[in-house]
């Protein structure tokens, strides 16, 4: 009888082990699922692209100066439809605007141009809705503000003999004076495509606030970005 409870007990024992080893188990893949799913929730991208900067100022014609823009952003994923992203961005654009009477002087003589430079950042809070096309490959929308915090913007005049720059003048920043805000308040929309970790994407914002306190002047800018992007 002892001999036989003894063996009992053993059996028991080895139950017992094997029910703790397929618990522990269970446990790890559990927690390893529940890892991989929080790192599901929030993904990191990198991107860049062309920007195109267009600002609108009364009784001036509007200035389209083109450039590139680069960043990352974040992405907290509500479910598999729906996220919601941030990120950070630095954009820097240029353009040249020669002045209608000095169009027929570029080939007789003298004559000038204005160069405007603007740089910024960019913070951008959007809804991000996906919809599958196929298996790792996405159409998405995305709508939203966008905080654009401008870094500089200047305009330097050049002057040339019919081909030949022979004087620049110093260009001032216009954030560096009282009479324009460095801060614009932006709401815009647009669409793009993902594949697997590889995205393409078009946004547009409208600058809502008018960027200067001088008197009968606005000031409001828009911004066009198509953006490569690659999902971490």
């Known amino acids: 009888n002892f001999l036989y409870l003894c063996q009992i007990i053993n059996r028991n024992e080895m139950i017992m082990q094997k ?16 890892i991989v799913a929080q790192e599901k929730k929030v993904e990191f991208t990198v991107g860049g692209g062309y920007s195109s900067h267009t600002s609108k100022m009364k009784q001036q014609s509007n200035k389209n100066l083109d450039g590139f823009h680069v960043g990352g952003f974040l992405t907290y ?6 996220g919601l992203q941030t990120g950070l ?6 353009g040249v605007i020669v002045p209608q009477d000095q ?11 204005t160069k405007t430079e603007f740089t910024a950042f960019d913070t951008p809070l959007r809804i991000v809705y996906s919809y599958m096309l196929a298996e790792d490959f996405y159409i998405q929308l995305f709508f939203g503000p966008n905080f654009n915090w401008g870094l500089s913007r200047t305009e330097t005049t050049e002057h040339f003999n019919r081909n030949n720059k022979w004087k620049t003048d110093t260009g001032i920043n216009i954030y560096k004076k009282d009479d324009y805000s460095r801060f614009d308040l932006q709401l815009g929309g647009g669409t793009g495509l993902q594949w697997k970790g590889i995205g393409l994407s078009f946004r547009y914002d409208w600058g809502l606030l008018n960027r200067t306190s001088l008197p009968n002047m606005t000031y409001k ?3 066009l970005k198509i953006t490569i992007s690659y999902k971490f």
Request: hydrophobic fraction near 45%.
């Open 221 to 223: 800018a828009n911004d």
């Open 103 to 113: 169009v027929h002087l570029k080939k007789i003589g003298t004559w000038h141009q």
């Open 77 to 82: 994923n509500i479910s598999e439809m729906l």
């Open 19 to 34: 029910i703790r080893n397929k618990v522990l188990l269970l446990v790890v893949v559990l927690f390893t699922t529940n």
């Open 89 to 94: 961005l630095y954009s820097q654009s240029s």
